[in-house]
């Protein structure tokens, strides 16, 4: 008897190119032994509330869509208490997640590595009740990829995040907070911070440190402090690009928990998504919680994480640096 999945894709992800490969990827999964169910999302959040009642017969989901899409069905199986297998099909701008992992953006590559591969236990977050697969953010930019209209990104892709986030140049704020972390306490004024299980953000490798495991129980914590100079943002970016983060404004730590508290309401973001604007923050891993279907033979990175420095400025940064006068600095 063939065992039953779930296909959940996002109609509007990737410029919508998975639709148009529906009825291909059914007739794979088929002739794989499964029993199909289709669902496409009806709109943001719509996934998350749909798999909450995840039927009982259901072996195995696969998410088509962005990194968006996959922290909404990730979610709604941690909310039905089932501990159901995800296979993902990364359509979005960036895949960050399955940058990480090595997963192909090729449709039917990624269904044949789904249909292939083993389950994998990989770490996620918990965010005041709340799971996020690879980045919890606050701060500078953080806002753009939840902002950032769907039909410009089908059109401009990428490009549309660093436009929007070109436009935000001259309206960063701080925050006034106190972070406890591996037993240590700091008070700072702080223009951005980021909460990881991932060798990529935004698109950009490297940003997150030079030895990242996404099994190991622990989360990369960076906090950039508030630059008092134009000095101080060359250094703070400097930091982040070239390994060295830990000196100067940036800080970094490999932690099962952080907490922060905040003196105003912070807007956070969850996988690239809108996460809330609470004060009071409270981030904790859940060892291998989540289990993701990978083909690992093929898989590069993987859940033993990458090793290596960053790659060159991003182009958003550059852009910040312009606007400074500091780009070749």
């Given at each position: 008897m063939a065992q039953r999945m779930l296909l959940i894709y996002n109609p509007r992800a990737g410029k919508g190119a998975f639709a148009p490969r529906l009825s291909e990827v059914v007739d794979m999964f088929v002739k794989g032994g499964?029993?199909?169910?289709?669902?496409?999302?009806?709109?943001?959040?719509?996934?998350m509330t749909y798999l909450k009642s995840l039927p009982e017969d259901i072996s195995?989901?696969?998410?088509?869509?962005?990194?968006?899409?996959?922290d909404e069905v990730v979610n709604g199986i941690m909310l039905s208490g089932r501990k159901v297998p995800v296979g993902y099909i990364p359509m979005g701008s960036t895949n960050d997640f399955?940058?990480?992992?090595?997963?192909?953006?090729?449709?039917?590559?990624?269904?044949?590595?789904?249909?292939?591969?083993?389950?994998?236990?990989?770490d996620i977050g918990d965010f005041n009740g709340h799971y996020f697969i690879y980045v919890a953010a606050f701060g500078a930019f953080t806002d753009v990829s939840y902002e950032t209209d769907q039909d410009m990104k089908n059109v401009f892709g990428h490009v549309a995040y660093l436009m929007e986030g070109a436009r935000r140049l001259g309206d960063l704020k701080t925050y006034h907070m106190t972070v406890t972390v591996n037993g240590e306490t700091k008070t700072g004024d702080y223009i951005y911070g980021m909460v990881t299980n991932s060798t990529s953000v935004g698109g950009f490798k490297g940003v997150t440190g030079t030895d990242v495991k996404l099994d190991d129980g622990l989360m990369e914590v960076t906090l950039v402090r508030a630059p008092r100079n134009l000095a101080d943002i060359n250094d703070a970016v400097g930091g982040l690009l070239t390994g060295t983060a830990g000196q100067g404004l940036v800080d970094v730590y490999h932690t099962s928990e952080v907490v922060i508290e905040a003196d105003t309401a912070v807007p956070w973001t969850l996988d690239g998504e809108y996460g809330g604007s609470p004060s009071s923050i409270t981030i904790r891993v859940l060892p291998r919680a989540c289990q993701v279907i990978l083909d690992e033979q093929k898989d590069s990175n993987g859940v033993l994480g990458q090793k290596g420095g960053a790659e060159e400025l991003p182009p958003l940064l550059k852009t910040i640096l312009k606007g400074t006068g500091m780009e070749n600095s």
């Amino acid at each position: 008897m063939a065992q039953r999945m779930l296909l959940i894709y996002n109609p509007r992800a990737g410029k919508g190119a998975f639709a148009p490969r529906l009825s291909e990827v059914v007739d794979m999964f088929v002739k794989g032994g499964y029993d199909v169910l289709v669902h496409p999302t009806q709109g943001q959040g719509e996934a998350m509330t749909y798999l909450k009642s995840l039927p009982e017969d259901i072996s195995l989901v696969v998410a088509a869509g962005g990194d968006g899409t996959l922290d909404e069905v990730v979610n709604g199986i941690m909310l039905s208490g089932r501990k159901v297998p995800v296979g993902y099909i990364p359509m979005g701008s960036t895949n960050d997640f399955a940058s990480s992992l090595g997963l192909s953006s090729v449709v039917i590559e990624a269904v044949g590595d789904i249909l292939g591969g083993e389950e994998c236990g990989i770490d996620i977050g918990d965010f005041n009740g709340h799971y996020f697969i690879y980045v919890a953010a606050f701060g500078a930019f953080t806002d753009v990829s939840y902002e950032t209209d769907q039909d410009m990104k089908n059109v401009f892709g990428h490009v549309a995040y660093l436009m929007e986030g070109a436009r935000r140049l001259g309206d960063l704020k701080t925050y006034h907070m106190t972070v406890t972390v591996n037993g240590e306490t700091k008070t700072g004024d702080y223009i951005y911070g980021m909460v990881t299980n991932s060798t990529s953000v935004g698109g950009f490798k490297g940003v997150t440190g030079t030895d990242v495991k996404l099994d190991d129980g622990l989360m990369e914590v960076t906090l950039v402090r508030a630059p008092r100079n134009l000095a101080d943002i060359n250094d703070a970016v400097g930091g982040l690009l070239t390994g060295t983060a830990g000196q100067g404004l940036v800080d970094v730590y490999h932690t099962s928990e952080v907490v922060i508290e905040a003196d105003t309401a912070v807007p956070w973001t969850l996988d690239g998504e809108y996460g809330g604007s609470p004060s009071s923050i409270t981030i904790r891993v859940l060892p291998r919680a989540c289990q993701v279907i990978l083909d690992e033979q093929k898989d590069s990175n993987g859940v033993l994480g990458q090793k290596g420095g960053a790659e060159e400025l991003p182009p958003l940064l550059k852009t910040i640096l312009k606007g400074t006068g500091m780009e070749n600095s």
